[in-house]
C-alpha cells in the first residue's frame, strides 16, 4: 500500500469513527466543498459539502456505522457498512471517488436484509456476524 493509500484510508476510517461518534464536522472533513453524494435507489443527488451534511443532520433516528471492510486504491474506494436507524439494521455500499485527497463523488447503495430461503440451506454456510 502506498504512503497515499495509507493516508486515504485513515481519512476514510476517520470519517465513519466521526459519523459513529456524531461528530458532523469531522464527518463530512472528507468531502471537497463542492462534492456531489449519489442515492441512486431514492433517486436523489446532493451538491455541496454543507448540503450533504445538512441531509444527513436531518435524519430523525439514532444512527450507528458498524464498518465491515475498506478496500480501495489511488481514487476509488469502497467501504461495506452496516448502518443502524433506530435500532434497524441497513446494509450498506459506499463509493468515494477521490480528487486532490477529499470525496468528489460518493454513491451509497443500501439493502435491507432478508430471510435465505431454504432452497439454498444445504448450500451456504452463516456469515459471522460483525
Known sequence: MTTAD???RARIE???TASEAGDIVTEH???AKDAVLDYPQSGE???GRSTIQAQRGGHPAERHFTILR???SG???VSECII???GVPTYSVSLMQFADGLVSHETQYFADPFPAPESRAALAERIPEA
Open 84 to 86: 443502524t436507524y433506530g
Open 75 to 77: 481514487d476509488l474506494w
Open 45 to 47: 443527488r446532493f451538491r
Open 29 to 31: 472533513a472528507i468531502y
Open 14 to 16: 476517520q470519517h465513519w
Open 70 to 72: 475498506i478496500r480501495g
Open 6 to 8: 495509507k493516508t486515504t
